[in-house]
């Protein structure tokens, strides 16, 4: 089990790299992520009909296990309330916050303001080619996000935790215009991390975000999964 905590991120070139598990629900499955290789747990608040979102009382509860586990707990929403956020992230404790559906740059600006210590993961979405955020990339981070997180938006408009796979070439042509770190999303898998060799060898990416290749075909973490996972997208993957 790991026993420090991530830092904080940096926008330079060098920075920790990490593997993010997403959708933990119980303190059984913070204890396998952090046994087996992951440094971040996504918790999801805020997220209406998601399968793994939890109430406050039981983001709160989950948020105090990672930490005693040695894992960062990251809360993933949709949520657009800053209020509301900064409000649990204060009586939770939280730091890391994933804004993962259509939050404008105004939000992230006023958790900035509110939560001056948070680190700030501002989801963009690509469908296809094109990342439907594109024009306010440099708005979000003005804005103060400190890592974007880079996912699949489904042609029907399905967002978060989808199995549906970036393409690499996609993902090259968006990085110029990016001046903050990355982590990785959508579709990652241990057998596809070959594919991605020239963006995990970019300076600012930081990591690689799972859910589904966590998972057995029941839908709950496995070790030998997150393992592999974090043989391939964290460990080999770490600075010199």
Request: net charge neutral.
């Amino acid at each position: 089990m790991t026993t420090t905590t991530p830092p904080a991120p940096h926008t330079g070139t060098a920075g920790p790299r990490h593997l993010k598990v997403c959708g933990a629900r119980t303190r059984a499955d913070l204890a396998l992520l952090a046994d087996h290789g992951a440094t971040l747990a996504g918790l999801w608040y805020g997220i209406p009909g998601g399968p793994a979102d939890l109430t406050l009382a039981q983001l709160a509860h989950l948020a105090a296990a990672a930490r005693d586990q040695g894992i960062e707990p990251t809360l993933v929403t949709f949520l657009d309330d800053p209020a509301r956020l900064a409000a649990a992230a204060a009586s939770t404790g939280i730091r890391w916050i994933q804004l993962h559906a259509y939050q404008s740059p105004a939000v992230v600006r006023a958790l900035r303001a509110a939560l001056p210590d948070a680190v700030l993961l501002k989801v963009l979405h690509l469908q296809g080619a094109a990342c439907l955020e594109r024009p306010l990339i440099g708005a979000y981070q003005r804005a103060g996000t400190d890592l974007f997180l880079l996912d699949t938006a489904t042609a029907d408009g399905r967002v978060g935790s989808t199995g549906q796979r970036l393409d690499p070439a996609h993902v090259l042509a968006l990085l110029p215009r990016l001046e903050r770190p990355f982590l990785l999303a959508g579709g990652l898998t241990p057998d596809n991390h070959h594919a991605y060799r020239a963006v995990t060898a970019h300076p600012l990416y930081r990591g690689a975000d799972i859910d589904t290749a966590a998972r057995d075909t029941a839908g709950r973490f496995t070790a030998a999964a997150v393992t592999a996972l974090a043989r391939t997208w964290h460990r080999e993957e770490q600075p010199a």
